[in-house]
């Protein structure tokens, strides 16, 4: 029994050793390094932002699953001459959210039953085992807190420079007019 323990204790201990860190990553939704075209009101950029789903120990998901931490948008305001304005709206999100309260319990329902008796002067046992739906406890994670930052306008004069840093990208502008852009996302 003792060395049954012993070996289930270096497993437990192998398996949390093999949890990565949690790692913060960001996604966009438009094409990189690729001419693209907005007009006024138009986003230029959209940047989701998530975190691996912590475990009980502070490492990242086995199973490699997620949570949202944020967004970043960039939105076309229009233009005068070479100047180009835009609008820079984020939020940070904080779901509280852990592979502990993010899983469901399920909870098989088997049932065995074991029978023994003679037939006359022989011996006779059985075993029957009936199987029936799990009972599930769904997830009970928090309440997700959606914390909006402040929104910045800002503005852009191609006379002097042609580009702009949001969330780590850089945002290469190619031409202005009046109502529309060429841009450029590295």
Do not use: W
Request: net charge neutral; charged share 15%.
């Amino acid at each position: 029994m003792r060395s049954r323990f012993g070996l289930v204790a270096v497993l437990f201990a192998a398996q949390v050793q093999a949890c990565a860190p949690v790692e913060h990553t960001a996604k966009i939704t438009q094409p990189v390094n690729q001419v693209l075209y907005a007009g006024i009101g138009d986003s230029i950029i959209t940047i989701s932002t998530e975190k691996s789903l912590p475990n009980a120990f502070g490492q990242a998901d086995v199973f490699g699953r997620t949570t949202p931490t944020g967004m970043i948008t960039v939105q076309y305001l229009g233009s005068e001459g070479t100047v180009a304005r835009f609008v820079r709206r984020a939020v940070d999100i904080d779901t509280g959210a852990t592979t502990m309260n993010s899983s469901p319990i399920f909870i098989p329902n088997t049932q065995t039953t074991t029978t023994s008796g003679f037939v006359g002067t022989t011996p006779v046992a059985a075993t029957s085992t009936t199987y029936a739906p799990p009972t599930i406890i769904p997830a009970n994670s928090p309440q997700a807190q959606v914390l909006p930052q402040a929104e910045v306008i800002f503005k852009v004069d191609m006379s002097l420079e042609n580009e702009f840093v949001v969330g780590g990208r850089k945002i290469e502008l190619i031409s202005v007019a009046p109502t529309s852009i060429s841009y450029r996302i590295h």
